[in-house]
């Protein structure tokens, strides 16, 4: 089992839906949690952070779950610039090291 | 955030030669990490590079292949030795940084792309 599952997509909505993508990680001891964006061909660029009691920013808002071991990414009033593919990332909590472990992305496309 | 560059952004590389990557950080970091992006798949970690000491590779990753250097708080580099097609991929630098409110985030350098033929 991968330690960080994603539908990997791709997701086909029009301008102005709401989108929500899940993730499901497998390591309960996992501390920290975000959400990160990947243009085509271009580096990952950190989207959000998620915490416990959740967290908005303008259209897009995060939750976590832990007893299921699950996050959520929601996007309201999706605009064309919104396509990209959209990585869960999880911060395990064990030696110190501060690396990441990334899904495998689900790819959004906003069509017109 | 960190501001990130990495040298080269891109190369073409025959079989059986090494290529080594830089990347360089506008401020001192404490925890750089070197990736690997291979074409349609997500990120996986080669190693953390460690400042004054050798890096710690991930399973599969080792230092005679993978050689690091990180000489300062804000330089590293990541050779990719006697290279091979199999080593076609996006080789990314990575930073841990402190935000305001005391969270540790993590950015990346713009990549390298290399292609062996």
């Known amino acids: 089992r991968k330690e960080v599952e994603q539908d990997p997509g791709p997701f086909n909505v029009p301008e102005g839906a709401t989108v929500a993508f899940n993730c499901t990680y497998s390591n309960s001891a996992s501390q920290s949690f975000f959400w990160y964006r990947q243009d085509c061909r271009k580096e990952p660029k950190l989207l959000m952070s998620v915490y416990s009691s959740g967290n908005e920013d303008g259209r897009f808002t995060a939750q976590l779950n832990r007893a299921s071991q699950y996050i959520s990414l929601l996007i309201r009033d999706s605009k064309l610039s919104d396509s990209a593919t959209y990585l869960c990332v999880v911060m395990p909590r064990d030696t110190g090291r501060r690396a990441l472990t990334f899904g495998s992305g689900t790819r959004l496309q906003v069509q017109p | 955030s960190a501001v990130i560059s990495q040298k080269p952004s891109r190369d073409i590389c025959q079989r059986g030669t090494s290529l080594t990557i830089q990347c360089q950080v506008d401020s001192q970091v404490t925890m750089m990490f070197w990736y690997r992006q291979q074409p349609g798949q997500s990120l996986t970690l080669i190693a953390t590079a460690n400042q004054g000491s050798e890096a710690t590779y991930e399973s599969g990753f080792v230092i005679d292949k993978f050689p690091i250097s990180r000489p300062n708080l804000t330089f590293s580099t990541l050779t990719v030795s006697n290279m091979s097609p199999e080593d076609s991929s996006i080789y990314l630098c990575?930073?841990?940084?402190?935000?305001?409110?005391?969270?540790?985030?993590?950015?990346f350098g713009p990549g390298t792309r290399l292609t062996v033929t």
């Open positions: 990575s930073v841990v940084t402190v935000n305001r409110a005391g969270s540790h985030e993590q950015y």
